[in-house]
């Protein structure tokens, strides 16, 4: 039996490795924020979260698939609940059968009796779930999964299944056959069936061949030993075989149990997200080939669950684009769009639903993040130095059809040459497919990318939108790079008065781009 509530063709890769920039996904993107509203504390379910969120999909049909069984969970959400918690049950119960502390195929086939008499509740269980709901889910992962439990979990199994367990439990002793060899040693143990019970026409029946039978003293130790050497041998190929079937049912309460709890972390972020009024969207996976962005009010999840007020969302328009450039007004929400953006991406990677008005996005295979890193102890070289070498693993690990995210990458020397770093790193990413989205208060960077022809096909300008009073509405707009970041207005908030005006009148350029933004 397979559950397949993932992928439609195989089972979650529970030993997949994760990818190399898990550490800095975690970190830039604050996905610990969102794996805490999905996991409610429960270290599995954030377990779950984390390894189907670090596996994105790149199939649309893929995506599709995953994105229908979690609109049956939503539409549902109890009976989905009630199936994770009976899964959860059954392999809870089995690890508390414990079986004796001499291993034995005795002791063994005992145990694996306990097992399947636990399963055989369980699976009765869950076929009454199905029968009382599976008419109610319409998407091809549900819709296939409850026809296989009518179709395996029929009456017919559950009396086999019986049967087996009572013939196993030899009530009227073990009966095994064997040869002798030279020595008069035993070979070629085989476990019979058991003789029926003898009936009244037995006593009239033929008394067939002669047997010979030895009772075993009750204080002879080692004969008893020997006997119970004999009794294992036969029931030796039972043993494993009732184990294995045991091992098969338990994996497939295990997979039941992981795939749900990826859908029950999905139910518990919904509900933390509405509590909030915070709007989400199925998003459209575009097909593969050229570059496709359009949102609708996109907004930072992590942001949306931390604070108490409703957050600002942001359109954008960039199909076709494979660079964009967010410049801008200081604290005016250019971060934040672009953890919004990455965690977008891996949540509608990942068949989720995305926290915005609407969202269609081409799949990436990969997502990296490059975010401006604060001195630390655990550097062992300059920041510049350490900011290349980052770039350098992501070159090692990235294809054309990755993405990666910049956030004021290479500011730590002067503007000029960090300008012609980014320029030189976002030519090449740019030309070999790559997606790139570049957050910076580079004005030269910036400058010079719009001023480039290539800009008008395949890179698009936004800016933080900030109105003539100095108030960010923290929503990005289309529009070319300004000499300023405005960081003469947070002078202002900080200091109550505006920073004295240069001789050539640009008071505002150097503390916004610069010594105010530490």
């Not at 740019?430 to 719009?450: D, I, N, P, W």
């Not at 923290?474 to 109550?496: K, N």
Request: charged share 30%.
């Amino acid at each position: 039996m397979k559950t397949h509530l993932l992928h439609c063709d195989r089972d979650l890769a529970w030993d997949a490795e994760p990818p190399r920039q898990e550490d800095d996904l975690v970190r830039d993107l604050d996905l610990d924020t969102l794996y805490a509203a999905m996991a409610g504390g429960d270290a599995f379910l954030h377990e779950c979260a984390r390894r189907v969120l670090m596996s994105p999909l790149t199939d649309p049909e893929a995506i599709r698939y995953r994105q229908d069984v979690l609109a049956d969970c939503l539409d549902r959400p109890d009976p989905v609940r009630d199936l994770y918690a009976l899964a959860t049950e059954a392999v809870t119960r089995e690890r508390k059968i414990l079986g004796s502390f001499i291993r034995s195929p005795e002791s063994s086939l005992s145990r694996s009796i306990d097992v399947m008499d636990l399963f055989v509740e369980m699976l009765r269980r869950l076929r009454r779930l199905g029968d009382a709901h599976g008419a109610e889910f319409r998407s091809d992962g549900f819709t296939r999964f409850f026809a296989m439990l009518a179709g395996e979990l029929g009456d017919d199994y559950f009396a086999v299944v019986h049967d087996h367990l009572e013939r196993l439990r030899f009530k009227g002793g073990v009966l095994v056959s064997a040869r002798l060899t030279t020595g008069c040693k035993g070979t070629g143990h085989v476990l019979r069936e058991p003789p029926h019970k003898r009936g009244w026409r037995d006593l009239f029946a033929s008394s067939g061949p002669a047997a010979y039978t030895y009772h075993l003293p009750e204080r002879d130790e080692a004969g008893a030993k020997a006997l119970g050497e004999l009794r294992g041998r036969g029931l030796d190929l039972a043993a494993d075989a009732l184990a294995r079937s045991c091992d098969h049912i338990l994996s497939f309460f295990a997979m039941l149990r992981a795939e749900l709890a990826f859908y029950v972390g999905c139910l518990d972020l919904r509900e933390a997200l509405a509590a909030k009024d915070a709007p989400v969207c199925r998003p459209s996976p575009a097909a593969p080939g050229a570059p496709v962005l359009t949102c609708r009010g996109l907004y930072d999840v992590g942001l949306a669950l931390r604070g108490d007020r409703p957050v600002v969302g942001s359109d954008v328009d960039a199909d076709g684009a494979t660079l964009l450039v967010v410049t801008g007004a200081n604290e005016g929400g250019k971060s934040t769009f672009l953890r919004g953006l990455g965690l977008a991406h891996l949540m509608a990677q990942s068949g989720m639903f995305v926290t915005a008005g609407s969202f269609a996005a081409d799949p990436r295979d990969q997502v990296f993040t490059h975010f401006r890193r604060e001195e630390d102890a655990d550097m062992v070289s300059g920041k510049l130095d350490e900011e290349l070498a980052r770039m350098n693993r992501i070159a090692d690990r990235l294809t054309a059809r990755s993405i990666v995210l910049f956030n004021e990458s290479f500011a730590a020397t002067d503007e000029r040459e960090g300008a012609e770093i980014n320029r030189q790193v976002l030519r090449a990413l740019t030309e070999a497919g790559v997606k790139a989205v570049c957050v910076t208060h580079l004005y030269e960077l910036a400058r010079s990318l719009y001023a480039s022809p290539a800009h008008h096909s395949g890179t698009v300008f936004l800016r933080a939108e900030r109105t003539p009073d100095g108030r960010r509405t923290h929503r990005l707009v289309t529009g070319a790079p300004q000499p300023t970041s405005h960081g003469a207005d947070l002078y202002e908030q900080v200091f109550h008065t505006r920073p004295t005006p240069s001789d050539d009148g640009s008071e505002e350029r150097e503390p916004g781009s610069r010594a105010l933004r530490r």
